[in-house]
């Protein structure tokens, strides 16, 4: 069990994804990600494992919840900066998770 006070630390906000490619070099099928987070927080890059349900076309413009306040990773030759997150779906392949309507970029959840 975790406290309200341990939930704070961690910062998840809305961005939007502004350019996605396809990262070859990565060990499992992922994409590159730039996601914009609004003016506090600006375009930070990540990496996803997400090609099973997403193309990268697909992706530009969408609405994804991050963590935007861990240390940045160095992931082969990408520094991914945030952590956009998803859920598994029934075979275990990445969904993002989004708000159900268009929401302020950088709005932070609570």
């Known amino acids: 069990m975790i406290t309200y006070s341990d939930f704070e630390k961690v910062d998840i906000r809305v961005g939007r994804i502004t ?8 060990r499992k099928p992922a994409y590159r990600l730039w996601v914009d987070f609004g ?3 600006g375009e930070k890059r990540s ?3 997400i090609t099973v349900h997403y193309t990268p076309e697909d992706l530009i413009g969408r609405q994804v919840i991050a963590v935007v306040n861990f240390p940045p990773r160095q992931i082969g030759p990408v520094m991914s900066e945030v952590l956009v997150l ?6 275990g392949e990445v969904v993002l998770l989004s708000p159900d309507q268009a929401v302020p970029l950088g709005g932070r959840m609570f």
């Open 19 to 26: 350019r996605a490619e396809p990262f070859p070099e990565a």
């Open 39 to 41: 003016p506090e927080i």
């Open 47 to 49: 990496s996803a494992q």
């Open 86 to 91: 998803g859920v598994p779906d029934a075979d």
